[in-house]
């Protein structure tokens, strides 16, 4: 009897509890994947922070001017105004200019300023006649640079009262009032970095002589400056 209930205890089967490593692998990875997202993000935003702050520095040490872009000279090469025989009912005619045009740049500030294209319209009592530009250069640190455009307008139609206006001026006046639009954009260039685009929109009053075919008056100005 003994036997068997040593034996019965001895093969007798007992239950005991299984335990399970928890996958703490997985969540560890995470872990160290976010922080290194973190860190990254802080490293770039010290370095972006680093950059303004001596982009800043440097600009209120140089403390950069705006442009002055100003016309200078107007040469006037031809002008015709010719009256259109085929419907003088409608008092239309028709308009030839080339007009050359000298603009001086002014440069007062410590570094080089970057020109863009600049682009410029000639009108009469608010019509465009034609277009000319100015292409893009650099201008150094403390300096004057001198650029030309030449404005060809070539047998421009206008009809009814602007042709009525046009050729009275011309005949009987001598005097013809055109005026000169354009945007001028620069950039101010700060040891290798460019600042953003500062646009100055130009806006000349000028009155040529037909029959001379010479300017008589010229009045410029800026009508304001935008970034």
């Known amino acids: 009897m003994t036997s068997r ?64 872009f100003d016309l200078q000279q107007v040469g006037v090469q031809y002008v015709g105004i010719t009256p259109n025989p085929a419907t003088i009912a409608t008092s239309s005619a028709s308009v030839s200019l080339n007009i050359r045009m000298v603009f001086t740049a002014f440069n007062d500030n410590k570094v080089g300023i970057k020109y863009g294209e600049s682009r410029f319209t000639i009108m009469y009592r608010g019509i465009p006649l034609g277009r000319g530009s100015v ?21 421009v139609n206008l009809l009814q009262a602007d042709a009525a206006d046009l050729i009275r001026d011309a ?45 008589t008056y010229k009045q410029c100005g800026f009508d304001g400056l935008s970034v």
């Open 5 to 68: 209930l040593t034996q019965n205890g001895i093969n007798g089967t007992h239950h005991h509890p299984q335990y399970y490593p928890h996958p703490t692998s997985s969540s560890s990875s995470k872990a160290s994947f976010k922080g290194c997202c973190c860190c990254l993000f802080l490293l770039f935003s010290f370095l972006l922070l680093l950059i303004l702050a001596v982009i800043l520095v440097i600009v209120l040490a140089v403390k950069p001017k705006k442009p002055q």
């Open 135 to 155: 292409p893009a250069f650099y201008q150094p640190a403390h300096s004057v640079k001198r650029v030309e455009t030449t404005i060809v307008v070539d047998r």
């Open 171 to 215: 005949a009987l006046n001598d005097r013809v009032e055109l005026r000169v639009l354009g945007d001028v954009g620069a950039k101010i260039r700060i040891l290798g970095f460019t600042s953003p685009g500062i646009e100055v929109s130009v806006d000349c009053a000028i009155v040529i002589s037909p029959r001379k075919q010479a300017l």
